[in-house]
C-alpha cells in the first residue's frame, strides 16, 4: 500500500514539475513583489489548524512549490480546509469533487491543488490528503490549478 501511494505521489509531482517548469530559452516575467518574496506557506490555510491529528510530511518547499503529503486525516478536515482555500486566497476554483480540489487566487499568480485519497478507497488503514501549492508559470496548464 505504501508503493501505490509513493507511486500516486511521484505521479503528482510529475505531472506538476512538467507544467510549471521552464522550458529551456524561454523566459517568464513575474512581478518582484510576488512569488520571490512570499513564502507559499503564507497563502495557504494553516495545515496544522485544519489538520489536527495529520502526519504531516512535507515533500518539497522552495519558492516556487510546496508539496505535502498528511495521514490520518478526516473527510471533515479535508473539507474544511478547501472552504478555507475558497474564502482565502484561492477562490477561482478549476474543480471541486469529494476527493479532488484546484483553484488559483484571483491574481492567477499561485494555485492549489488538493487530492483526498480515502482509504475505502485505497486500501490503505488511514485517509491521506496530498497538497500542492505553486506559483503559476506560462507553462502551467488549467489542469495545474
Do not use: W
Not at 512569488?35 to 496544522?48: R, V, Y
Not at 512535507?58 to 512549490?65: A, T
Not at 486525516?73 to 480540489?101: I, P
Amino acid at each position: 500500500m505504501k508503493k501505490f501511494f509513493t507511486l500516486l505521489l511521484v505521479l503528482s509531482l510529475i505531472f506538476t514539475f512538467v507544467a510549471c517548469s521552464d522550458q529551456e530559452g524561454s523566459s517568464t516575467t513575474t512581478n518582484p513583489t510576488s512569488a520571490t518574496e512570499l513564502s507559499l506557506t503564507d497563502i495557504l490555510p494553516s495545515i496544522g489548524d485544519h489538520f489536527k491529528n495529520g502526519k504531516v510530511t512535507v515533500k518539497e518547499s522552495d519558492k516556487e512549490i510546496y508539496s505535502v503529503s498528511i495521514e490520518d486525516v478526516t473527510e471533515d478536515e479535508v473539507g474544511s480546509f478547501k472552504l478555507a482555500c475558497r474564502k482565502g486566497n484561492f477562490s477561482d476554483v478549476s474543480f471541486s469533487t469529494k476527493t479532488n480540489f484546484q483553484a488559483r487566487t484571483t491574481d492567477n499568480k499561485y494555485y492549489v491543488s488538493l487530492q483526498y485519497l480515502p482509504k475505502e478507497d485505497t486500501n490503505s488503514k488511514t485517509n491521506v490528503v496530498n497538497i500542492i501549492c505553486g506559483v503559476v508559470t506560462s507553462n502551467t496548464t488549467a489542469q495545474d490549478g
